[in-house]
């Protein structure tokens, strides 16, 4: 029996996810485009639930985050932006009690299961798991600029790692 399609494929939901303040998250405008709502309506949805995100479940990027941001996520528009949230994984899973729909419920299960799969591929691989501690022991010490180049490589070496697990598996990469 064929697994049914997932309304947003895993893929795109590990593309937009960033690494941030030593945390992983998503921002505002690629869950707003995920859950096909504007960025304003999920804001306003957010703004009227405030008590539900505590600073640990979303935060408010600095302007030197948002330009740094900007010379690397796919919507230049970013850079302009006033407000920009990054919602940690805790807080994705608060927003499907503020966003009710059927296809934010979908696309809440489908982010869910794209932080669970990341959170596998780095615990299931011992040698990438090293070289992750040897980065943040390096860059601890840094300034942010190398958080992002910290991040690039990180993200780089996943994707070495799904490309091995395809193939290991006999799984296109289309």
Do not use: C, W
């Not at 960033?18 to 945390?23: K, S, V």
């Not at 539900?52 to 528009?77: A, G, H, N």
């Not at 799969?117 to 390096?138: C, D, H």
Request: aromatic share 6%.
């Amino acid at each position: 029996m064929a697994k049914p399609k997932a309304i947003v494929p895993v893929e795109r939901i590990e593309k937009a996810i960033l690494f941030i303040r030593g945390e992983k998250v998503l921002l505002d405008r690629d869950l707003a485009e995920l859950y096909g709502v504007e960025t304003r309506v999920l804001n306003q949805a957010v703004g009227r639930n405030i008590k539900r995100f505590p600073k640990d479940f979303m935060f408010e990027l600095t302007r030197d985050e948002i330009m740094r941001i900007s010379q690397t996520v796919t919507s230049p528009q970013i850079k302009y932006s006033k407000r920009v949230h990054a919602f940690t994984e805790q807080g994705v899973a608060m927003l499907s009690s503020v966003l009710r729909s059927d296809r934010a419920i979908e696309v809440n299960i489908a982010i869910m299961r794209a932080f669970v799969k990341l959170r596998q591929m780095i615990s299931s691989n011992k040698k990438l798991r090293l070289k992750i501690e040897e980065m943040e022991k390096t860059y601890a010490t840094r300034v942010p600029e190398d958080v992002r180049s910290s991040y690039d490589y990180l993200k780089e070496e996943l994707n070495k790692l799904i490309e091995e697990k395809r193939a290991d598996h006999g799984i296109s990469a289309g």
